[in-house]
């Protein structure tokens, strides 16, 4: 039987993961040999997907009724679960004959044409706008920089802070190249149930330059809020979770630098932005 989310996002976003029981410890002979990472064990050893103890969990919460909300349409039976229980075309049981018939069934498990969003360059159709928007007087203010001699000038990225609902974050890289604005899942757990309820999940892949994609664990709106006092401005924008290994803890590419009309200097370590009372000036880190 397929449900709605993989155990890796029951993990993160269903409230009934409070109950849970603690998983047994990890075989020590797989931790340090593998790089596979077990977010129910908090350990290295195997995929969170594949973890055994965490599917035991939720399928004892499937038996009890309370995630009854992430099976697909039709009544589940008991006996079902025994069988063949499977997520995203993973199969529990059944083997390589399972699988081969519901990578046929493809279609009818997930009728969502799959996007892709690439990060030089965008190759979806539906382009998502913000719609007309009231352009405020202060919003026309003139944003220039400085002159400073060659020998001064950076290479640097341009790495912020922001605060993003009511949480400082650090490491934000910027970059006008990104059609995506990514907020990375190691970032996005530590956020309490309340915000990880608004995670909408879509068939999206997000793909870099060389052509390899990541596929996402969805989209969620959040507010962004930059600056500081009085030079502020808050804007919600929305983030795509991305599972993937980055010592960034998000990126603001082109969508989010539009909203707040900002502008980013490389040779200046700098990104600055209209404000209601003046221009903002927010230094690299």
């Known amino acids: 039987m397929a449900l709605t989310k993989t ?143 060659n020998w001064h000038l950076s290479e640097e990225l341009v790495v912020i802070s922001a605060v993003i609902v009511n949480k400082s974050i650090t490491r934000i890289y910027t970059d006008t190249g990104s059609e995506a604005d990514l907020l990375y899942l190691h970032c996005f757990k530590d956020y309490p149930f309340s915000v990880k309820d608004r995670l909408r999940f879509i068939n999206l892949k997000i793909a870099g330059i060389t052509g390899e994609s990541i596929r996402a664990i969805g989209k969620v709106k959040l507010d962004v809020t930059l600056g500081a006092h009085p030079l502020v401005r808050i804007e919600i924008v929305d983030f795509t979770v991305l599972d993937g290994i980055s010592r960034f803890n ?16 490389t040779p200046h370590t700098e990104l600055r932005f209209p404000t209601p009372n003046g221009v903002a000036v927010i230094h690299s880190e």
């Open 7 to 149: 155990p890796k996002e029951i993990l993160f976003t269903e409230h009934v993961k409070e109950t849970f029981h603690p998983p047994p410890p990890m075989d020590l002979h797989q931790g340090p040999r593998s790089d596979k990472w077990c977010d129910f064990h908090e350990a290295y050893g195997h995929d969170t997907d594949n973890c055994k103890s965490l599917m035991r969990e939720i399928i004892a919460k499937i038996k009890a009724g309370e995630l009854n909300h992430l099976l697909p349409g039709k009544q589940y039976r008991r006996n079902d679960l025994n069988k063949h229980f499977a997520w995203q075309g993973k199969v529990r049981h059944g083997g390589w004959h399972d699988w081969n018939r519901r990578e046929e069934r493809k279609d009818e498990r997930d009728p969502t044409p799959e996007r892709h969003i690439k990060i030089i360059w965008n190759e979806v159709e539906d382009y998502e706008t913000d719609g007309e928007r009231r352009m405020e007087q202060w919003m026309y203010a003139p944003i220039t920089f400085y002159t400073i001699p």
């Open 250 to 265: 998000a990126l603001f590419g082109r969508r989010n630098l539009r909203k707040f009309g900002a502008i980013i200097s």
